[in-house]
């Protein structure tokens, strides 16, 4: 049983490149999160998908777009990146149809833009 | 408004003495809560979970937390602190619905 799984793990991108960083669960959660983290801020959301075909912006969009391509797969995309988008990124899912469940977390994936 | 604010941003401890990590939430609704560990250069990991079933929640490598509604808290213990506890702790808000919400995060340190 995979969980959350993310791709790439690292990725060093020059200002203004674009890149897309990949996402999918086999627990067949309805709910997937894309966050980021920074020193002292703990995790930030940045948007998440509450089903399938819905999206809906977190506390820091901006910079940021996401695709649910299906129900496993949950992308998220940085048109033109810029150092201040330089951080640790994590995708989450949960089963939010069942109250009090958690949410699981692929294994980060670490961004360096220049 | 929801919001969770972790007390302590470090907190150090010689092995073998008690842990305490420190949180208060804020909710409009009777919330879920979950303190999760995450170790150098890992993800996160769910330590436990408070879903009203009891107060007292006992988690995974001996911890545990209390929720007591009275001080909207939801602090994590263990009595003895290893080594291997060093890490980044959270702890998180589910209002209801989709949406976590996540404390700063407090880094333990325990001293051999």
């Known amino acids: 049983n995979a969980g959350v799984t993310q791709t790439p793990k690292f990725q060093v991108l020059k200002t203004g490149q674009s890149m897309t960083l990949q996402c999918a669960q086999d627990?067949?959660?309805?709910?997937m999160y894309w966050y980021r983290q920074d020193p002292g801020m703990g995790l930030r959301l940045i948007y998440y998908?509450?089903?399938?075909?819905?999206?809906d912006k977190g506390e820091v969009p901006n910079g940021y777009n996401v695709s649910r391509l299906n129900k496993r797969e949950f992308s998220l995309r940085l048109e033109s990146a810029a150092p201040s988008q330089t951080s640790v990124y994590f995708c989450?899912?949960?089963?939010?149809?069942?109250?009090?469940?958690?949410?699981?977390f692929g294994q980060g994936t670490r961004l360096t833009v220049v | 408004a929801q919001s969770v604010t972790q007390l302590d941003s470090h907190v150090s401890v010689s092995e073998g003495t008690p842990v305490l990590l420190r949180c208060n939430y804020s909710?409009?609704?009777?919330?879920?809560l979950f303190w999760y560990v995450q170790h150098p250069n890992k993800g996160l990991q769910l330590l436990l979970k408070?879903?009203?079933?009891?107060?007292l929640v006992k988690g995974i490598n001996g911890f545990e937390a209390e929720f007591k509604k009275s001080e909207t808290s939801f602090h994590l213990t263990k009595p003895s602190a290893h080594m291997s506890d060093a890490a980044e702790y959270f702890c998180?808000?589910?209002?209801?619905?989709?949406?976590?919400?996540f404390g700063t995060g407090t880094s333990l340190t325990v001293i051999p």
């Open positions: 989450a899912s949960s089963d939010s149809d069942r109250m009090n469940t958690e949410a699981f």
């Open positions: 998908s509450a089903s399938e075909g819905t999206t």
């Open positions: 998180v808000v589910r209002p209801t619905g989709n949406q976590f919400y």
């Open positions: 627990m067949n959660h309805n709910s």
């Open positions: 408070y879903t009203s079933a009891a107060t």
């Open positions: 909710s409009s609704y009777s919330p879920s």
